[in-house]
């Protein structure tokens, strides 16, 4: 009677964890259209240049919906999966040196960047996906827009 027990809790177990995979639909990254903003080049910004741009963050906040938030949740709100990327730059918003401050900022975007083009992978594990090759440097950028309008606190 254990095991009985015991496997169907396991089976269940099992069950939950496949539906909330499947709760998250297609996770095959998806192409943005990018053609209204301004192009950025081939060579990599260290920096965001499309902060507060309207149509960056328009173009942001649908790349973000197809490509982010199945795992880091809706409007940047994580569910428990992926980091709350609201909370991306809360380490920033403390410093009251201007210039400690932009330096913070720079610093974030850079790893933000980083961490999109080449995923996150520990222990052979992937936990994100690398964008690469599949989301050009304009969409990286636009979704970074999107988010700093979603920060939890603000700048």
């Not at 496949?18 to 053609?35: F, M």
């Not at 209204?36 to 309207?54: K, V």
């Not at 942001?60 to 909370?87: F, M, V, W």
Request: aromatic letters at 6%.
């Amino acid at each position: 009677m254990k095991t009985l027990a015991r496997h169907l809790v396991l089976g269940g177990v099992a069950l939950m964890a496949a539906t909330a995979v499947l709760a998250h639909g297609d996770v095959t990254p998806q192409a943005v259209d990018t053609k209204e903003l301004p192009p950025l080049g081939e060579q990599w910004r260290a920096e965001n240049p499309y902060r507060q741009h309207a149509t960056a963050i328009k173009i942001g906040t649908s790349a973000y919906n197809q490509n982010c938030a199945r795992c880091h949740g809706l409007e940047a709100i994580s569910g428990g999966i992926a980091p709350d990327l609201r909370k991306l730059d809360n380490d920033c918003v403390a410093l009251k040196d201007a210039a400690k401050k932009a330096a913070c900022v720079k610093e974030i975007d850079d790893y933000y960047a980083g961490s999109v083009r080449r995923g996150k992978v520990r222990n052979g594990a992937v936990y994100m996906p690398p964008f690469e090759g599949i989301l050009n440097q304009e969409a990286v950028w636009s979704i970074k827009a999107y988010l700093e309008t979603r920060r939890e606190k603000p700048l």
